[in-house]
């Protein structure tokens, strides 16, 4: 894009109307607003070896880890117009759920341990946890660290871990499977999960991913991760407009 004129006609054949972000950038500066909109079409809506409602996915499940909502919700609108389904949009929720809430086990890899050796308490990993720990194995092809330390504190929890594995990731409503992995994989970079990001970078290329699928994805990720800076700034810049008024 080369024009602010050429912006507004490509996001009303695109998205149906001009982001607010783009139309307060261009108040102040026009370089700064098609700065942005050029970004979006190199880092997310042009990439090429995904689909573009994939491309959306991707950048939903991100903004909704990481908010703001409304950029979650303008990335629903673009899945819809590229034609997702609704069972496609809840495995997209899903999917960004699993990853948050397989975060969160981190703790166990840094907070248990420690805590545990300061105060004399030894655990054993159970029979039952080293059978679930065979089974993500072979499932998987590896296992996470912080779940080989949770097995020997809670098989409860490393089951009910396993059980939301299984219904949340590893078994779609709808999409395919390697884009499942590719959208979890996508979170978990946005949190710096790096655990997870092997596990589903895994799980994504024994589903049948390429190396040029990934690319577009860590582009997307980029973007949407630096995009917060703007979308989370749309109080300023209106209130730089209101200032501009006095």
Do not use: W
């Amino acid at each position: 894009m080369t024009s602010y004129k050429e912006i507004e006609e490509f996001a009303k054949t695109s998205l149906g109307e001009m982001p607010e972000v783009i139309k307060l950038l261009a108040k102040y500066n026009e370089n700064v607003a098609i700065e942005q909109f050029n970004e979006n079409i190199k880092l997310y809506l042009g990439r090429e070896n995904i689909p573009k409602k994939i491309s959306a996915f991707i950048a939903m499940a991100v903004a909704l880890a990481n908010g703001p909502k409304e950029s979650a919700m303008v990335h629903y609108k673009l899945a819809k117009n590229f034609g997702a389904t609704n069972e496609e949009i809840l495995d997209t929720m899903r999917i960004a759920k699993m990853a948050l809430m397989s975060s969160t086990l981190t703790t166990v890899s840094y907070t248990f341990p420690e805590f545990l050796k300061n105060n004399d308490i030894n655990l054993a990993e159970s029979e039952e946890a080293a059978n679930i720990l065979t089974k993500i194995q072979i499932e998987s092809g590896s296992v996470p660290e912080r779940l080989k330390i949770l097995s020997k504190y809670s098989v409860d929890l490393l089951k009910e871990h396993l059980r939301e594995r299984n219904e949340l990731i590893m078994n779609p409503l709808k999409l395919e499977k390697k884009y499942a992995f590719l959208i979890a994989y996508a979170v978990s970079a946005s949190i710096h999960d790096f655990e997870c990001e092997k596990v589903y970078l895994s799980q994504y290329f024994k589903n049948g991913g390429t190396v040029k699928e990934l690319l577009d994805a860590v582009s997307i990720v980029r973007f949407i991760s630096g995009n917060r800076a703007f979308v989370n700034g749309l109080e300023i810049l209106k209130k730089m407009g209101e200032n501009q008024l006095k």
